[in-house]
Structures are given as C-alpha cells and as structure tokens.
C-alpha cells in the first residue's frame, strides 16, 4: 500500500503584482523564492504547537493594490521646486512610490504593509542625479525646513527609514551607483554611495578586464542584505559582513566620504593615518542620514584569492566548549579566519534540517560518537588570503578545536552554508502568510560577560509560550563577539508585537550587551541610547547634528536618539 503524502503549505510561487503592498516588503528579487523543507516545517510545527491546518489559509498577503486616502502635505509649490531640479522623470508623489520609499524591511514594517496600515508615508520622492542635485535638495530643504531622508537599498530592520512628518526621500541607488577612481597602488576604490553589492564586488573581481589592473579584488564585505544593500547604506549603519572577522567591518574599510550636509559638504581626506586631532572621517560613519547625505566614499580593497581559500568545520558537544574553542582561535595571534560563525544547540539542529544532513550518515555517525541533537554545535569558517596563510590559519584551528572536543565535519557544511547565505531572508514571506513571524536582534559582548547575557536573553524570549529560539555568533574579536539572536513565534497585533521587541532590547541593554553590533540604531534601539552612551557622550553627538543640520531635518524623529525627550518621536 501507497503511503499517504505528506501535507504540503501552499507556499506562494508567484511573483507580487505591481503596485501592491507585497512588492513593497517581498525580500529580494520578485521572482525569487525558498521555501522551508519539510523536516524545517515539522519542526516549526512543533516547536509553536500548530498543526497542517494552521497551514491551509494564507492570511494578510498584501496583495492588493496601493492606495492613499490622503494627498501629499507638502506644499505644492515645494514639490514643484524640487521636481524642476531633477526632472519630471525622476520626481514621484504616486500612492505607490510615497509608501515604497518610507518603509524598509523590519517585520514590524511588514505586518504594518500586510495589514495596508501605513500611517505617515513621505510626500515626495526624488532621485538625484550626481552629487551637484543632492547639494540642490539638501539646501532647498535647509532654507525651508523640510525634513528628507536619505534611501539606499531600502533594507533596514531597525525603522531607520520611516518619516514622521510630511517631507522628502532621496533614493541614492536609481542613478548614483558610479564608480569614480580605481587605485590599484594604493588598493583603494572611489564610488558613489547608491552602488548595489553585487554591482561593487563584480567590479572588483573583474578589475583587471574593467580597470586594466595587475590583480582580481574584493570587498570583503557581504552582509546577509549584500545583494539588496548599497555601499552608502553600509556606512550609514555602520554594517558588518559576514567576513569582517578577517577584512574588518565597514568601518575599517572607509578611509574618506563626502557628505552633503545642510550647512555644507565635508571631504574628509582618504590617508592611511593621521593625527590631527579626533577623525572626522569616523564621525560620520554610522550617522544614519542623521547629519547629512554621503554621496561617495574612497575604501580599502583587498586581493581576491579564491584559489587560496580554505574551509572547514566542527561539531563540538555543548554550546561552552564552542565559545572557548572560538575565543582560543581569536586570541590565538596567528591570524584570523575571514568567516567564522558558531551555532547554538537549537540553531545546529535547525541548520541540520535546512541543509539536508539530519539523518544522514554523518549525523547517525555524530550521535554515535556522543554529539546529540539539542546539545551539540556547528562550527564553520574559512581563511581567505594568501595560500601559506590560509594553511597556517587551517592548521591552527584544527588544533584549537580539538583541543575542546571538536570533531572535524569537513568543508561541506561551509559549502551548503555559503549556497543559501543570502537566500534565508526569503523564507520570511511564507512564514508570515501563515501568521508565523521570524524576527532577529544583534548585540555585541565582551567575552566575560556572554554567558550571562546568551542566558538571560533565552529566559526573556521563553517567557513567550511556542517560540522557537536560534542563537549564532558570526563576527569574532580577541576582546569578544556578537550574538544574534533569530526567534521564529506567532504573529502578534503591531502594537504587542513592538512591546515584544523592546522586552528583549532592554535585557540586552540590562545585561551588557551593546544596542547594536551591525544593523544600525534607528528608531528602535533609540529610547535606550542616553542610557547607553550616557547624558554627555549622546549630547557630544547632538552638538554635532545641531552644528551640522541646524534645523534638524536631517532623518528626524528620534534616529541614534538626537532629538531631546519630548520631540516627534517613532513608533
């Protein structure tokens, strides 16, 4: 006899139609989609006590089309003014694009878009030309104090791009996506600040055919955004990627910017050092379209050596002996691997289950070795760089985690890991058709303090019946590392869900833990930050911003926390 098929969700195979309000938050590509596998869906099942018929109706799947029950605020003959400076063809105040550009990609965001809620959406959305038309509009609204906020590639989690009063949105990536200098003696590249990932790193691996350089480069910057993110939107929120445990952050990588501000543009000079006084250059990263818009930036670039590269992984049989395992290779001084990540014991068994190793061989060969399910936890990195480098650092992690216990898995968890690391986002879509929201929030900690945080954040997130809870540190220093938390629980009301959010930042906060490690501040971090930095570090921040946009209409509304208690604020 036939077994029964099993159950399958209808998970959604069509790309949103256009002007609806599920092409706004759709992750990606439009026609792009990855679905969770079965073993990924039984496990969901159980973990947040649903059954197959909670999986029968999708609910909420914003597509229908956008429409405004309201005309821009702004005044008429603003908007004209702005138009004729870019042209009719780069100016918008259709229903459509007034939504589009004030949202980004935070599930908050997305249940607001699925429920059609959108409260206070931009009036105008431009798209400047060069660098000459953002010195136009950011003075224009100086002179009339109309706020703006600057728009990269719209992927924002923490509400950094939501307007609170009627204004403007300048989209960077529509046409300041150039490349300005390619400096192969100083391994430098100059862009504007709207180039796309994907469009930065293509240009640098082919910089021999393109530039008639000596050598392929790279970024060495690859968020999980990295295809759906700009190099300006990088440096706004102060990004990491997913190889900056080598390469750096993005903060290590900028040498110099130029922002148009509203009192004047800034130039900072790109030397490899200096010691002239506190580094502007480092002010005005991670400002968050706070204190102006960057429109080109000069970074560092590095050899691209994919022949060089060495992978591995491990299984180690608790969460401890992963930590100090982690912690003895970054403090180990013989270089550091490019990506690193260890998983949590709930993160490993759902990684074994994503990527098809559940029940296979090699997990049966696991348990048999004593690494079981619900305790043990995935390790997996690689070393980029030169080819002697790349075997000393192999060679020396392979010591350091057998040393605790870490049992060798090979390159191919690496190999499935680097197929599907920017693919994940996409299962979003078909979790929240189904009332199932998958949210993250990032910290950065000192190692002697991890534990107790990695802890006191699970209790926080248990306190929530049915909520399955994955934990991953991914960018590594000698001093410490990052912890990001992934928790997957019914879909709440927008307004607990929120609250929901903010009960975890504060134990974060409450446990010394930073706000955030790479996604930015926004606005939601932002009621902790005077408690965070303290009273005279944050008004420090704020005597830059009063000097710098005097009328505050840069990004107004409470982002980083510059506006005193009292001032718009949002949510």
Known sequence: MRSKQAFQPGWCEIPPGKNTYRSIFKWGASDKFRHPTHNLYTLLKDRLGMTDADFKERLHTGDQTVKLDRPPALNHAHIEALREMVGDENASTSDYDRVKYSFGKSAYEAFQLREGNVGQVTDLVLHPRHRQDVINIVAYCHRHTIPMVPYGGGSSVTLGLRPTRPGVVVVLQTHMHRILSFNEENQTITVESGILGPDYEHALNHAPEMFGAKYAYTAGHFPQSFEHSTVGGWIATFGSGQQSSYYGDVGDLVMSQDMVTPTGAIQTLAYPATATGPSINEMLKGTEGTFGVTVSATLKIFKHLPQNRKRFSFMFPNWRNTVQAARSIYQGEFGRPSVFRISDPEETDIAMKLYGIEASSLDKFMSFRGYVSGQRCLLIGQADGDQSYTKTIKRNVMKHCRRYKGMYLSGLPVKKWERHRFADPYLREDLNDFGVVIDTLETAIPWDGLHNLYEAVRVTLRIHPQTAIMTHASHFYPQGTNLYFIFITHRRNIKNYLQF?????????????????????????????????????????????????????????????????GTDRFP
């Not at 833990?513 to 009273?535: D, N, Q």
């Not at 911003?545 to 005193?564: F, R, S, V």
């Open 501 to 565: 959010l903010h009960q975890i930042i504060a134990c974060i906060h409450a446990h010394g833990g930073s706000l955030s490690h790479h996604h930015g501040v926004g606005r939601l971090m932002a009621p902790w930050m005077e408690t965070h930095l303290g009273k005279k570090s944050l008004d420090l921040l704020r005597a830059i911003k009063t000097h710098l946009d005097p009328h505050a209409i840069m990004n107004p509304g409470g982002t980083l926390g510059l506006e005193p208690t």
